[in-house]
């Protein structure tokens, strides 16, 4: 093991920043159309609002008003018959008679001056509702809001209010250019996003907060850039020490979404334990007869199961990449970082053959004295926090020596492992780190972060790779 002393560490760069004025969506995009209830065999609905109602219609990226059909009325009752939608107050009077092609939105009466809310099934919104009628009669629900708003909706559901505001504003900009590039995901139902963790989780106003406001106001537009075009901001809440390549999860290779070491992500670890009795119950259903073994065959190079084989006495089935998430049915592992163990079976493994890793360690010294240099540095210079890689600095030493910093390490790796079964009684042990898919940014990492300090920007560039934010 090689060790260097650095009595004095002086890491001297320059940023060259382009001033981007922050812009907003074309004027024709600043509008979302969000699913609230669809595919369903409701044919009723209550809207509300304390100021009453009005019946608009969806211009293009605006709600224009078209008509005092409703008088200002404060609870209405859409009714779905005959491939129409009529529009009722509590009594059963009919106010009007809407086509549910998607062009007739319901707002409240103040939304055109105080932005009032309109209610449906208990739950307020910004923006207005659009009743639809799907290709198989069904009247969907949707809310017509602009993208914003709809943040506004969702930051809560994704990340905490309680989070400090650096991060929630990279969580409002991942969630803003996630959702501009799934725009359009449900047009066959007439909208672009559901209100589910399918699109994004949101829940109108009541998902609202001071904290959150403030974050989606402070980066309106704002959206992660890819090679000029808004991408899709993958997240998920902790990395276990390393995101992951898109491909090793899904099928694409996105430039933006590689693997990298994360130094930010706080310590995550679960644990998951099954017999081999439950194991042959929970697969009965694909004939694999008694469960003999459970093998992950390969791990990928961030150290996430990429293969896991479940054999029977009868047949075998094999998982790769981000279904193996899901292949315990009804338990879900909250990860594929992790490692196989057994009380009662027998445990096989196979790993680097190189028995000693090879690492050179840099120090610093500091007012607490000499501490060893981590592969991520945090710089502080006049633009402020920088996360900075260790390896490829060059170094300046007290005698006046310069180096260049290599930090990398092959560690002594496992590249599979196998769990045998003697018993029903003998357990598998899965031992894991981390929490999701680990595509993109980690938020439990975007959180420690912004606690140190890091502006959002920071934190976006560090998760996704040559990316721009305005």
């Known amino acids: ?12 760069f320059a940023l060259a920043l ?10 024709d995009r600043e509008f979302v159309t969000i699913g609230l209830k669809y595919q369903s065999s409701d044919v009723t609905a209550e809207l509300s609002s304390s100021d009453g109602l009005k019946l608009c219609k969806k211009g293009d990226n605006a709600i224009d008003v078209s008509s005092d059909a409703l008088d200002g009325t404060g609870d209405i009752v859409l009714a779905l018959s005959n491939g129409r939608i009529a529009v009722k107050d509590k009594k059963g009077n009919v106010l009007a008679n809407l ?13 055109f001056t105080t932005d009032d809310y309109i209610s449906f099934d208990g739950t307020s919104y910004r923006g207005g509702i659009i009743p639809y009628i799907n290709r198989s009669g069904q009247m969907n629900i949707l809310n017509y809001v602009g993208m914003d708003d709809y943040i506004k909706g969702v930051l809560h559901r994704e990340m905490s209010q309680s989070s400090n505001l650096e991060a929630l504003k990279a969580q409002a900009v991942t969630a803003r250019s996630f959702a501009e590039s799934k725009r359009g995901t449900h047009k066959s139902q007439g909208f ?25 106001e ?24 390393h995101t992951e390549n898109s491909e090793d999860v899904w099928t694409s ?9 994360d130094e930010y992500s706080p310590d995550y670890t679960w644990s998951n334990t099954f017999t081999r009795a439950e194991l042959t119950d929970m697969f009965s259903s694909r004939g ?8 992950v065959d390969s791990y990928n190079e961030s150290g996430y199961a990429a293969s896991l084989t479940i054999t029977g006495t009868k047949k075998s089935v094999t998982f790769t990449k981000d279904k193996i998430r899901s292949a315990f049915s009804g338990k879900s592992l909250k990860s594929r970082m992790f490692t196989l163990d057994t009380d009662g079976g027998e445990l096989t493994a196979a790993g680097n053959a190189s028995p000693e890793t090879e690492k050179t360690l840099y120090y610093a010294v500091t007012s607490k004295g000499q501490e060893v240099l981590g592969n991520i540095l945090s710089v502080l210079s006049l633009d402020g926090m920088s996360a900075l890689n260790l390896n490829g600095i ?34 598998l042990i899965i031992n894991g780190r981390g929490n999701g898919h680990g595509v993109g940014m980690s938020q439990q990492g975007a959180i420690e972060m912004g606690k140190r300090g890091f502006t959002y920007k920071d934190i976006l560039k560090y998760y996704y790779t040559d990316i721009e934010v305005k």
Do not use: W
């Open 192 to 216: 672009d996003l559901c209100a589910t963790s399918h699109c994004q989780n949101y829940i109108g106003v009541k998902g609202e907060y001071t904290s959150t406001n403030e974050a989606v």
């Open 99 to 111: 086509k549910g092609d998607g062009t007739e939105c319901i707002v409240s009466s103040g939304y």
């Open 1 to 12: 093991m090689k060790n260097r002393i650095i009595t004095a560490l002086a890491l001297v």
């Open 218 to 241: 402070s980066t309106s537009g704002q959206m992660i850039y890819y090679e000029g075009k808004p991408v899709a901001g993958f997240y998920f809440a902790n990395s276990g020490g």
């Open 253 to 261: 290779k996105l430039g933006y979404a590689r693997g990298k070491v």
């Open 18 to 27: 382009c001033s981007i004025p922050l812009t907003s969506y074309a004027a």
């Open 288 to 295: 694999l007869g008694t469960v003999t073994s459970v093998s």
């Open 394 to 427: 060059r170094i300046l030493d007290g005698s006046g020596k310069i180096t260049t910093a290599s930090a990398d390490e092959t560690a002594n790796t496992v590249s599979s492992s196998e769990v045998k079964f003697n018993s029903d009684s003998d357990k």
